[in-house]
């Protein structure tokens, strides 16, 4: 673990207690305090990224190590720009412990030593079409999470349960609008970044498609999310069914890193 890592690390805990700590005594100090010390981890992780994409020449995104401290860090990136729009303290409480735990796994993860000559010979749209994967991974995360208070506020209100919980979740509209957000700007990055993938591929093998599990996935992963969008623009889909559906498509996603896990060749994130 580097110096840098240590110190991301330490940032994103001490954040992650105050947004739980937040969330337990309402007290808005304790949340600025965790906004400002996980703003102070998200600069020293944006500085360790940037020098491995020096060093390396595209973005450090091969192997478990990269990609889960990747994903973490747009986590937080998200977090932040939701903030500017919809102040919520619970999905602080989410998203900090889930970013946590992703650089923690890319703190004790096995560096890969050896990388496909691929990433050397073409590491734009190596670094265009991984970055904007994991990124529609991390807007998906998001939604998920949105989908989880909606829910959970939603079964409060039902209930008749206006207790510290219901009192702590932010309203049904701000959830569903979180989500609806996270949902297009996940979308966009997804179709991007499987066009892109589609054309590294064409470039390296001469074919825009293999028939690999992790490609049968993404496009499976694409058509919910397609539908999602298109029910929702179309049909007016808000609210509860929304929420089921980010919880289905988070599943997919899940799949897809699960599929990379097993993976070999230019998906593989061994080791783990």
Same mark, same amino acid.
């Given at each position: 673990?580097?110096?840098?890592?240590?110190?991301?690390?330490?940032?994103?805990?001490?954040?992650?207690?105050?947004?739980?700590?937040?969330?337990?005594?309402?007290?808005?100090?304790?949340?600025?305090?965790?906004?400002?010390?996980? +703003?102070? $981890?998200?600069?020293?992780?944006?500085?360790?990224?940037?020098?491995?994409?020096?060093?390396?020449?595209?973005?450090?995104?091969?192997?478990?190590?990269?990609?889960?401290?990747?994903? $973490?860090?747009?986590?937080?990136?998200?977090?932040?720009?939701?903030?500017?729009?919809?102040?919520?303290?619970?999905?602080?409480?989410?998203?900090?412990?889930?970013? +946590?735990?992703?650089?923690?796994?890319? %703190?004790?993860?096995?560096?890969?030593?050896?990388?496909?000559?691929?990433?050397?010979?073409?590491?734009?749209?190596?670094?265009?079409?991984?970055?904007?994967?994991?990124?529609?991974?991390?807007?998906?995360?998001?939604?998920?999470?949105? %989908?989880?208070?909606?829910?959970?506020?939603?079964?409060?209100?039902?209930?008749?349960?206006?207790?510290?919980?219901?009192?702590?979740?932010?309203? +049904?509209?701000?959830?569903?609008?979180?989500?609806?957000?996270?949902?297009?700007?996940?979308?966009?990055?997804?179709?991007?970044?499987? %066009?892109?993938?589609?054309?590294?591929?064409?470039?390296?093998?001469?074919?825009?498609?293999?028939?690999?599990?992790?490609?049968?996935?993404?496009?499976?992963?694409?058509?919910?999310?397609?539908?999602?969008?298109?029910?929702?623009?179309?049909?007016?889909?808000?609210?509860?069914?929304?929420?089921? $559906?980010?919880?289905?498509?988070?599943?997919?996603?899940?799949?897809?890193?699960?599929?990379?896990?097993?993976?070999?060749?230019?998906?593989?994130?061994?080791?783990?």
């Amino acid at each position: 673990m580097t110096f840098l890592m240590t110190h991301i690390l330490a940032c994103y805990a001490a954040a992650t207690v105050g947004a739980i700590a937040t969330v337990v005594t309402k007290r808005q100090g304790l949340f600025t305090a965790a906004v400002v010390i996980m +703003l102070v $981890g998200f600069g020293l992780h944006s500085a360790d990224l940037t020098i491995h994409i020096v060093q390396d020449g595209h973005l450090p995104l091969y192997g478990a190590q990269e990609v889960c401290s990747f994903l $973490g860090w747009s986590l937080v990136l998200y977090f932040l720009l939701v903030q500017l729009r919809f102040p919520t303290h619970a999905l602080a409480a989410l998203v900090f412990p889930t970013a +946590l735990m992703l650089t923690l796994i890319s %703190a004790i993860a096995p560096p890969i030593e050896t990388r496909p000559s691929s990433l050397t010979d073409d590491p734009v749209l190596f670094s265009f079409h991984a970055g904007l994967m994991l990124l529609a991974y991390g807007a998906f995360f998001t939604m998920f999470m949105a %989908a989880l208070l909606y829910m959970t506020q939603e079964r409060e209100i039902k209930g008749k349960h206006f207790g510290a919980i219901f009192h702590r979740l932010p309203s +049904l509209d701000t959830c569903d609008s979180i989500g609806f957000r996270s949902l297009a700007i996940g979308f966009v990055m997804l179709t991007a970044g499987i %066009a892109f993938g589609m054309l590294w591929q064409y470039r390296r093998v001469g074919t825009l498609w293999t028939n690999t599990p992790i490609e049968l996935v993404a496009v499976c992963t694409w058509l919910v999310y397609f539908f999602l969008v298109h029910y929702r623009l179309t049909s007016g889909w808000r609210g509860r069914r929304a929420a089921i $559906g980010a919880i289905v498509g988070f599943g997919l996603v899940v799949v897809s890193l699960t599929v990379l896990r097993f993976s070999t060749g230019f998906h593989s994130l061994s080791p783990w």
